[in-house]
């Protein structure tokens, strides 16, 4: 398929000596609705894809080199030899997000392997808690098995990218991957783990769904990455302790995440409460209480979201963004400020989206409350800072939009 009106094709040929890209990936952003931090621990959440995207021009090379030129000159170009291990950039470098990908498959494609050349761009907001890092390392996922001429089919090429990406240092689920590759326009997407399962669920034509930065950059690579790891290994030893104590010498230590599925959809909330008081210090309750509720919140917001109830919706929204706050710790004063906004300015729920710790909420609007909630944000929310390669603020009305493409020149 030609697309000759492609205008970053003739940046591609003055980047790479008058030679043609071959074709264009499309990876998107995505915003979570429900859900944040139990991928993890292998429980479901609900996101939807975004339409800011991140695109790829790419050629195959004759030899192993990946060289990427960011259309940002201000991020400059990037060039390693792939193999089965590679040296990181030094941390925060957005070249590790390609490394990472291309270690993950590099025994995947037939030798001699071939690198390539291409140029990057992105409009979703870096450091915003939507999911710029994971669509780069599928989109340069993407590059590398178009490069060698290999498919992978979508599902598996989602778990090993997950898997792939913890080479920058974060010890993540796999939500990101899997929605950038797996999402279907007009729906969000009720994402099950191990083995990961899609079922895509429509957004009702009158709901809204209003994003905006806080002002705070979450960054994935630098401080956000130490309180991430910590809240997960904080986590997985409540949950380890809890499953001591109530499945004794099972698959618990084996499948820990099979073990809590098995268990909280099994044992009454009111005994696992009890249970939970007595094996566990208040601070490894109080993230267990956040991992077990969030998990029964993504079941009821997809039900909600089938009957277009919104105000439930909403309402399972806010108590999420509790929860993050009081019992995972990884909300910020602009965060807890500008969801509070969101509700007062006609939100019928809002809650902080993606990992925290600065980034952006996410509010729900029926119909043209959700210009006027932009509206407000424009005029009266204050302007603490931007995203940096986003338009100063950012806010958006977010589309649900279609997973990862690749068009074939
Ligand atoms: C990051 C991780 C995801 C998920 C979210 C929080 O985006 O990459 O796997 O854990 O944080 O829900």
Redesign the pocket.
């Given at each position: 398929m030609s697309a000759p009106e492609e205008p970053g094709r003739a940046a591609f040929a003055r980047a790479f000596d008058g030679t043609e890209a071959s074709a264009l990936i499309e990876a998107p952003g995505r915003v979570?609705l429900m859900?944040?931090?139990?991928?993890?621990h292998g429980l479901d959440?609900l996101p939807m894809a975004l339409a800011q995207r991140v695109r790829l021009l790419v050629r195959a090379r004759p030899d192993a080199t990946v060289r990427v030129r960011n259309a940002d000159p201000s991020h400059g170009e990037r060039v390693f030899t792939a193999g089965p291990s590679i040296e990181p950039a030094c941390a925060g470098d957005w070249s590790n997000y390609i490394r990472a990908a291309v270690i993950g498959l590099y025994d995947k494609v037939p030798a001699p392997v071939c690198g390539f050349d291409a140029v990057l761009e992105s409009d979703i907001p870096i450091a915003a808690?939507l999911?710029s890092s994971?669509a780069l390392v599928v989109a340069a996922g993407l590059a590398w098995l178009h490069a060698n001429r290999t498919h992978i089919e979508p599902m598996s090429l989602a778990a090993t990218l997950a898997e792939a990406?913890r080479y920058v240092g974060?010890r993540?689920?796999?939500?990101?991957q899997a929605i950038c590759l797996l999402a279907r326009e007009g729906h969000a997407a009720r994402i099950a783990f191990d083995p990961l399962r899609v079922a895509h669920v429509p957004v009702p034509d009158a709901w809204r769904f209003v994003i905006a930065f806080s002002g705070e950059r979450a960054e994935?690579s630098g401080a956000a990455r130490d309180v991430?790891n910590e809240r997960a290994s904080e986590s997985a030893a409540a949950v380890r302790l809890l499953l001591d104590r109530l499945l004794p010498g099972s698959k618990s230590s084996h499948r820990p995440c099979a073990a809590l599925r098995d268990l909280l959809s099994t044992i009454e909330p009111e005994r696992l409460d009890v249970e939970a008081r007595e094996a566990l210090p208040p601070a490894l309750l109080a993230r267990f209480r956040h991992v077990a509720s969030e998990g029964a919140r993504v079941a009821l917001a997809v039900e909600a979201l089938g009957r277009a109830d919104s105000e439930r919706f909403g309402r399972l929204m806010d108590a999420s963004h509790t929860s993050l706050r009081d019992d995972y710790a990884v909300s910020t004063p602009a965060l807890d400020a500008l969801t509070a906004f969101m509700r007062a300015e006609g939100a019928v729920g809002a809650r902080l989206t993606?990992?925290g710790m600065g980034g952006c909420a996410v509010g729900l609007c029926i119909g043209d409350a959700a210009r006027h909630l932009i509206e407000a944000l424009n005029t009266r929310f204050p302007r603490t800072g931007a995203a940096p390669n986003a338009r100063l603020p950012f806010r958006c009305m977010a589309t649900p939009a279609h997973g990862a493409r690749i068009t074939v020149f």
């Open positions: 979570n859900g944040d931090h139990i991928d993890y959440v808690g999911s994971s990406e974060t993540g689920g796999g939500m990101d994935k991430y993606g990992a």
